[in-house]
Structure formats: C-alpha cells, structure tokens
C-alpha cells in the first residue's frame, strides 16, 4: 500500500508564498492569454463561416469548447515560461480551473450531440458538472489525493492483480467517458453517411449500425487498460457470455443477426409498407433488435426482427410504391348500369390521389349478380399508402353517394316481395 499523499493546499500557497510583484506578472499574463484567446477565437470563427458553413458539428464545437481551450492552452504555455523566474501559484489553480470548465463543455457537448439534446440529458448534465466541479474543489484545496488514498485502501489481492475502489471508480468513469466518445464519433459517422444519396438507404443503415457496434467494443478495450485493468482478466467472463449467449440470450442475439441480414438484404426498408401478422403499416424505423411499425391509427408496433426472417411478410411497396384498391357498390337491378358506370369513374378520376396513367386508370367491373342487386367494384392506385386508405375510401363513396342521388340512381338494401295466393278449395 502506498504512503498517503502530502497536503498539497493550492490556495494556501497562493495566499502565503505569493509576493506582489508575483501576483501582478501572473495576472498580467492572464489578461495577455484572455485577449489573445478572444483574438484567435473570433478568427477561427470567421474562416469556419467562410469555408466551412455547412460543417455545423465543427462550428457547435468550436462555439461550446473554443475559447476555454484556448486559454488552457496559452495559460499552460505562459506557466511553463513564467516559472523559470517566479512563483505561479495563482496559475497552478487556474489551469485545473479551465481544465474542469473545458472537460464540463466537451462532456456535455458529446453527450447532447450521441442523444439528439434528449430532456432526460438535462439531470445528467447537471450531475456531471457538479462531479467535475466539486473534484477541482477538492484539487485546489489539497483534499483530493487523501480521498484517493483513502479509497485506494479499500482491496484485495487476487493473484498478481490488485483490485481497489479507486481502481473501480477510475474504471467506470473511462468506460463511461470512452462509451460517451464512441456514441459521439458514431453519430458523427451517421451523419456523414446519410449524406451519400448515391449509396441505398439500408446499406447506410446498415454501416452505421456497424460502424456504431464497432466503435462501442473498441472503446470498451480501450478504456480498460486505460484505467489498469488487464484484459485478459475477461476472458472468463467471456466464457460466461457465451453460454449465456448459447442460453438465456439466444433470442436477443438472434433478433441483432436478424436486423444486419435485414439492413444487408434489402428486403424491407424505412417507408416501406408492410403486413406482418395481419398488422399494416409503415416501416418507420429499422433498429438491430427490433423493427418499429406505425399502424394507419398512429399506433407504433414493435416487431422483432427474428419475427421479419421466419415469418411471411407482405410488402406492398417492395418494387413499386403503387397500391391497388378496390371499392365495392350495390346498384339495383333498375339502375341505369352505364350512368353507375361514369359516375364512379369520375369520382375516381376528380381525386387528386388516384393515379390516372394509362396503366393505372380507374376503372368499375360488375362482379356479380347479387340477390338484391348488381355487385360493382371501383379499382383505383396510388403511389402514397402510407397516408392512409380509409380517408381516401371515404371521399369517393361520399362522392359516389352523393352523385347516384343526383342522377336517381338506388343503392337497394335487403327486402323480400311476398305473394299471398287466394286459392279457393273446391267441393
């Protein structure tokens, strides 16, 4: 076990070691680095507006991390000159100072830019900042290296391997930080991706979705031997995730293979409508375990996407867009056929949603000669099914309504004629 560390009191050497004349070339060097921060800050803003306008990840990060960057920087230099002639106690608590103000931004930056600024970010954000805060409390007031020590105390040996609190918390906190990187460099690549139009949009899907899982193992093994644990300690516990795997998980690794052979395929894309155990709807997002399906109703429909390999899909719009729908009407047996005929066609034909190309062209078929009256059926396409069936029904039936009881023509309804024979029995 290591000694505990000295007392290490920033601000109490700040206030005891410090003479006037140190103070005055400290805080002039502060004013120098503050102005020759903001010089440098508002040119590199001007040529980021110049030559990259559209480049708005750099400029949101140039605009959050850009001037306390900076002055780190130039603080950092002007301390490493100043202390070959004087004591720079006050620059020793400013440098963690703008460290823990540029760690805060660049966390909270990464965090809202991997989760789209999501509400629930806001008490995590605070919580980080508080984090960080109250660690620089504790670095400037010397308190910090004794909790360390204090935590590095609490262990065990396990073979050659040492394992402590403070080993456990640096862990967490550079899986946490790499997870928080890796997220953000993820987002970064979606976004670059779903620029390139001439790629398919499942194939994009599909890279990022790689390029995110990728990213996420490389900044896991990367994180634990940063924070000093060895790797090869694992290789248990991968074992364990392999029966696991072979067991208890079998589905959810089946659904994240069934979502990259989806995504490689192409067989079903976002936009798509779809029919999947008699639930209709469009394919509003593809994620690796599940698909999410939002119904006509608004409803959202999540899909496994084992359930999209083994099972039958209809997809209605998987090389054209174009949806046949029929609409069936009852005429009576007196109605005037070539007049119903017209009526419907035109009513189909006034609808700005009904495809009128020449392969497309509404037209009414009789399909029967029913008890009650003449069974025809109105068959029309459209190329927009994802804004619904049932509205568009309903405009044409009001409106064929509406024209067969201007031209007289009758919808019949069930009805029987009953003859009463008045027969006489004879003697």
């Keep these: 076990m290591t000694k505990p560390a000295p007392f290490e009191n920033l601000v109490e050497h700040l206030l005891n070691e410090s003479h006037q004349t140190e103070l005055i070339w400290q805080i002039s060097l502060l004013v120098i680095c503050a102005l ?4 440098l800050m508002r040119l590199l803003t001007l040529y980021f507006a110049r030559t990259h306008a559209d480049w708005r990840i750099g400029q949101a990060a140039l605009k959050r991390l850009g001037l306390p960057l900076i002055g780190l920087a130039l603080v950092v230099l002007g301390r490493s000159i100043l202390q070959q002639w004087h004591e720079v106690h006050l620059l020793n608590i400013v440098v963690p100072l703008l460290g823990a103000l540029v760690l805060v931004r660049l966390l909270v930056y990464m965090l809202r830019y991997a989760f789209n600024n999501s509400e629930a970010l806001k008490v995590w954000e605070r919580y980080i900042a508080w984090t960080i805060w109250l660690g620089f409390v504790m670095h400037v007031t010397g308190v910090l ?11 065990f040996e396990s073979g050659s391997h040492h394992f402590s609190l403070l080993l456990l918390i640096k862990a967490l906190t550079v899986i946490v930080i790499a997870i928080i990187a890796a997220l953000w460099l993820a987002q970064f690549a979606e976004a670059r ?36 644990i060895d790797v090869t300690v694992l290789s248990v516990f991968g074992g364990a995730l392999g029966v696991g795997l072979g067991f208890g998980l079998q589905k959810v690794a089946s659904n994240y293979v069934s979502g990259f052979i989806i995504l490689l395929d192409r067989s079903i894309r976002p936009g798509d409508m779809v029919t999947v155990d008699n639930r209709y709807g469009e394919v509003s997002q593809l994620n690796t375990r599940y698909t999410l399906l939002r119904a006509q109703d608004g409803t959202e429909i999540i899909i496994p996407n084992e359930t999209l390999i083994t099972s039958t899909v209809v997809n209605h719009s998987f090389t054209k867009r174009d949806v046949r729908l029929s609409l069936p009407v009852q005429v009576s047996y007196a109605s005037d056929l070539e007049l119903a005929f017209n009526i419907m066609k035109t009513a189909a034909l006034n609808h700005d949603r009904v495809l009128k190309t020449d392969t497309t062209m509404p037209r009414v078929i009789i399909t029967a000669f029913a008890d009650n009256g003449i069974n025809l059926e109105l068959i029309v396409w459209i190329s927009d099914p994802e804004e619904g069936q049932a509205n568009l029904r309903s405009d044409l039936f009001l409106s064929i309504w509406q024209a067969f009881k201007t031209s007289g023509i009758e919808i019949p309804y069930p009805r029987r004629d009953i003859q009463i024979l008045n027969n006489e029995n004879k003697l």
Excluded: C, E, Y
């Excluded at 020759?36 to 010089?39: A, N, T």
């Excluded at 290296?145 to 262990?155: E, G, K, N, T, Y």
């Design 145 to 155: 290296p004794r909790i360390q020590f204090a935590l590095d105390a609490v262990a």
């Design 193 to 228: 991706l779903m620029r390139i139009t001439s790629l398919d949009l499942s194939l994009r899907l599909a890279l990022i979705k790689t390029v995110r899982t990728l990213l996420l193992i490389v900044g896991v093994l990367v994180a634990l031997p940063a924070a000093g």
């Design 36 to 39: 020759l921060g903001w010089g």
